[in-house]
């Protein structure tokens, strides 16, 4: 277990340290209230000096509100100087680096939680059922963690709380903290709108690779008319998550929810796939739905497909092109790999991304993402000559 340690009222100090993303603990400490300017508070972050705030509870999420502005700010000067002649690549590049250094100053601004998770800090929320759906039961002792890692617990619990409307589910997915939520409707849509293959259907059998939240099984469950449809998971959190959406909309006894990296024993009549969409490494576990460092699981989901599809069967993929519009992964790449696998494409639909970041011309990435399409690949084992 990390630790960090620091003096204060002249007193050595040590405590655990929480965070998600492995950050070390800082090694130089500043005890802070109310009393700091944001200015100095951004200053010291910068220095590498992190900050236990001793004040209120809102003043703190007052002074990260105003920290990141400062960051957001030197982030676009920085951005204007350099955009002409950057390529999407580049951009992307750039955009990831301003992300990280974002994360890294507001991850100096630290809140000291007591046992069982408790702040004691004026006008303090509480925050027990959040931390401990995120980390576990609180073993004792204190914890020491970054505000802005707090305030995503505590988002996470809401979300988790209140649930996601999914059109087309006529239900809500509760999403779990390190969950990836299903925020993007356009590529339900597509599977909502697709014609089932008839081997998955009446008796049939679906593999629902990489659940996550488990929503893309709880469709297939309430609109195929598929029999059995088995999801599958390596990431713990995952499998709860899912596992408890089925559960709470009735689905239990119709989706499997198992522990397998990519795909179960057996075959079936359809087998789904939403891989995360860029070929990038995540930095902290949280994106690890977005980014998929070479296309590791992109590649072993094609793979593996045609030895696990029944006659008749057949493989969707939900991909969006935006890694090719950035230029991480080359025009052809997708063809090629499909190829190589032993597949062809059946059929494919598309649709245009409705997600306010398509509209937002402030965005770094907006040219990318303006023009980009995500679809639905349906695929099937290339014939035998």
Known sequence: ??????????????????SESGMPAPKQMAIVDDTIRPDDAYGLAGQGTALLWRGDFPSARHMLAAMAKRVDYRARKSRAKREEGTTPGQAFHLHRQAQAQKA???????????????????RAQDVKAACTEAWGVSDGGQTVVALRELMGVIGAHEW??????????????????????????????LIAKATFPAAAKEKGVAFDIGTGTGVLAAMLARHAGIAKIVATDIDPRS??????????????DRVEVVEADLYPEGKAGL????????????????????????????KGFLAGLADHLVPGGEGWLILSDLAERLGL??????????????????????????????????????AARAAEVVSLWKLVPAPRV
């Open 1 to 18: 277990m990390d630790r960090i340690d620091w003096i204060e009222n002249e007193t050595e100090r040590t405590a655990r340290w929480q």
């Open 104 to 122: 890294r100053l507001l991850g100096m601004l630290l809140v000291q939680l007591e046992d069982d998770y408790y702040i004691k800090l004026p």
């Open 160 to 189: 988790r709380t209140k649930g996601l409307e999914v059109p087309g589910l006529g239900g809500r997915i509760h999403p779990h903290y390190g969950v990836f939520t299903p925020t993007r409707n356009e590529y339900l849509d």
């Open 239 to 252: 499998l709860t998550c899912a596992r408890e959406n089925v559960a709470r909309m009735g689905l239990a």
């Open 271 to 298: 087998v789904v796939c939403n891989p995360p969409w860029l070929p990038a490494r995540p930095s902290t576990p949280l994106e690890k739905g977005i980014y998929d460092p070479e296309s590791h699981m992109l």
């Open 329 to 366: 992964r080359s025009e052809g790449e997708l063809a090629e790999n499909i190829a190589k696998a032993g597949l062809v494409v059946k059929e494919r639909t598309q649709a245009t991304p409705r997600h306010p970041k398509a509209a937002d011309k402030a965005d770094p990435l907006h």
